[in-house]
């Protein structure tokens, strides 16, 4: 597998396959055996590629479906391709993919938030037209990430007199299907692999070093670095290597500048790779209880996001993701965190190049089971997370810092959110998951994001930066804005005695129905949420330890059907159609005129 984001340059050719494909619902994931993969689908509707598939139907069944659906369509491998590593890569496709081409099984995937690809070299037919066929299914199980739990329900209607029900602990709805960009590429045969950048200052210098895995016998390796506006500022040979800028311009929050290292190699027997990757020269640490990015103490303001958005669901949407990065500079947000799963290289790329600072968080949601009917029960034991939970958990820690570790955007990994933390085989397993993502990557500070109150949890002392997620006069005393203030400034003075670590408060915030007033403010009403964001942050402001603050949500978002939901999670400060509510007027306010 190759972590590198396709691109086109003179030894390498990208084709974006997305576009109205082929679907078909597998009814009872049938589909193998009755050779769907073998042939053109026969019945199939149309489905836009990349979408979730959820909300494109009309039909309840195409929305709510558990188990495989089926996708395809047909490419053309161009004459000149010849004699070159082939490969279809797909950006993500939720949650387990199984992938054909002509027939022949080229891949299987696990996980429906990271990068895959299929080697084609020897499936596909050159010059001519190539049939590409993907099985999706989307249940969630104890090994999956995030978890669920797949239960059947007695239905006479159903030839088997059952239908299966996916229920899952968390609330944003299970989209599925082909979320991200699909690519056919073509590489020499031998390539350039991967490329991993870290970056140091000393004084005025800035220092990139960088590290190639190549595949091949390599003669010669370059590695030139341009800056902005493409006059070479320092040059490297070998396959790894340090280069020094004299005078570097830092990539810092709100003002990002990039260069560009381009990785040159040439090998025995094959034509030359070449390999072009933006840079962004900076610094992260943690020092006397500030987050320090290059030396200086950084304050997160902003919000936990989704991908989600009116019809495509979680499907990558241009439009949607640059509107919002438009939104979070009108309001003065500095960052956001990837809740609850790793977003879209896209969204990533767009971070490095708007100088919007990323949190960026593991599938792990919903290991819990709150106050629900299971309350009380096990999630860390044998039938529910268990070690074939963790052994996924650090596969995906791997894959996710594989593919984000060169983003100058990100700063810290977030390995959770809201697990069950009190219970003591809890301990372990976060030790592992812990120890893993500092292995991978021992220049970035981890957190995880805890709902627990600090007495009673039993990890986060594993974390460099505890995340908090906290509900005052929503949750917690419903309705009383009066109570928020002594609430919220005891609980965190609480939790930062007892771990002495930064805290970042990663969630607060109230449901709102934009259009919905009401004076003296109740809840769900717009002067509501206003007044709480209001009131919270206004604790911010006089405590020392604490390293920033993130409403909970950017925008609403759709969740699954249940009695504390109107159409979705109405916490966003914009509405899902990107407008702000009343209380985007009070942050920005707020953050544009920040004293922290
Ligand atoms: C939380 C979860 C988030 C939910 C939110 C809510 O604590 O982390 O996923 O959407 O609460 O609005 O209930």
Redo the contacts with the bound molecule.
């Keep these: 597998m190759s972590s590198l984001y396709p691109i086109d340059s003179e030894s390498r050719e990208a084709k974006d396959l997305s576009g109205v494909w082929d679907f078909i619902i597998d009814p009872d994931d049938r589909g193998i055996d009755r050779g769907w993969h073998l042939s053109p689908l026969k019945g199939a509707t149309a489905m836009p590629v990349p979408a979730s598939y959820n909300d494109i139907s009309t039909d309840p069944a195409v929305r709510d479906h558990v188990g495989d659906v089926w996708y395809q369509r047909e490419f053309f491998v161009p004459a000149s391709w010849g004699d070159s590593r082939l490969a279809v890569r797909f950006g993500s496709v939720t949650h387990h993919a199984e992938v054909w081409l002509n027939g022949r099984r080229v891949a299987e995937h696990r996980g429906g938030f990271l990068p895959f690809e299929a080697d084609i070299s020897d499936v596909a037919i050159i010059g001519a037209s190539n049939r590409l066929t993907v099985r999706v299914n989307n249940i969630l199980d104890w090994t999956t990430l995030p978890p669920g739990e797949l239960t059947y329900k007695n239905d006479p209607a159903n030839p088997s007199g059952k239908t299966r029900r996916q229920t899952y602990h968390?609330?944003?709805f299970n989209f599925a299907g082909i979320h991200r960009p699909v690519y056919l590429t073509r590489t020499p045969k031998y390539f350039i692999r991967d490329i991993s950048v870290t970056t140091e200052i000393n004084g005025r210098d800035g220092i990139v070093r960088y590290e190639t895995d190549l595949h091949g016998n390599p003669d010669r390796i370059t590695a030139v670095l341009h800056d902005a506006e493409g006059q070479v500022v320092a040059e490297a040979t070998g396959p790894s290597g340090g280069l020094v800028v004299h005078g570097a311009k830092l990539w810092k929050p709100g003002n990002a500048y990039l260069y560009r290292l381009e990785v040159s190699a040439s090998f025995t027997g094959g034509q030359p790779d070449v390999y072009r990757l933006p840079v962004g020269i900076r610094t992260v640490r943690i020092e006397g209880g500030k987050f320090l990015i290059n030396d200086k103490p950084f304050y997160f303001r902003g919000f936990g996001k989704h991908e989600d958005a009116d019809l495509r669901g979680r499907g990558l949407d241009h439009a949607t993701n640059v509107r919002d990065f438009n939104l979070m500079k009108w309001i003065g947000a500095n960052s956001f965190r990837t809740?609850?799963y790793p977003y879209s290289e896209e969204i990533m790329q767009m971070a490095d190049r708007e100088g919007i600072v990323v949190i960026d968080e593991a599938p792990a949601?919903g290991m819990n089971f709150f106050g629900g009917d299971q309350a009380g029960e096990k999630i860390f034991c044998e039938q529910r997370v268990n070690d074939k939970t963790l052994a996924h958990h650090l596969q995906v820690m791997r894959d996710l810092i594989e593919r984000d570790r060169n983003h100058p955007s990100v700063v810290m990994w977030s390995v959770a959110?809201?697990a069950s933390t009190g219970e003591d085989a809890a301990v372990p397993y976060f030790t592992a998951v812990a120890e893993e993502t500092r292995k991978c990557d021992p220049t970035r500070p981890i957190s995880i994001v805890t709902?627990r109150p600090a007495r009673s949890a039993k990890v986060e002392h594993l974390f460099d930066v505890i995340g908090v997620?906290r509900?005052k006069g929503w949750y917690e005393n419903p309705g009383d804005l009066g109570s928020i203030q002594r609430d919220i400034e005891h609980d965190l003075r609480e939790l930062h005695e007892v771990f002495g670590k930064p805290i970042l408060v990663t969630?607060f915030g109230a449901d709102t129905i934009a259009g919905f007033h009401q004076q003296p403010p109740a809840m769900f009403s717009e002067e509501y949420q206003s007044e709480l964001i209001s009131l919270t942050a206004s604790v911010f402001d006089r405590l020392d330890f604490l390293i920033g603050e993130h409403v909970?949500?950017f925008a609403d978002f759709a969740t699954k059907q249940g009695p504390n939901r109107v159409l979705g999670?109405r916490?966003g400060v914009f509405t899902r159609q990107r407008q702000p509510k009343m209380a985007a007027h009070t942050l920005r306010l707020r953050w544009n005129n920040a004293r922290k």
Excluded: G, I, R
């Design positions: 968390f609330d944003f809740s609850h949601v959110n809201e709902f997620n509900y969630e909970w949500n999670n916490k």
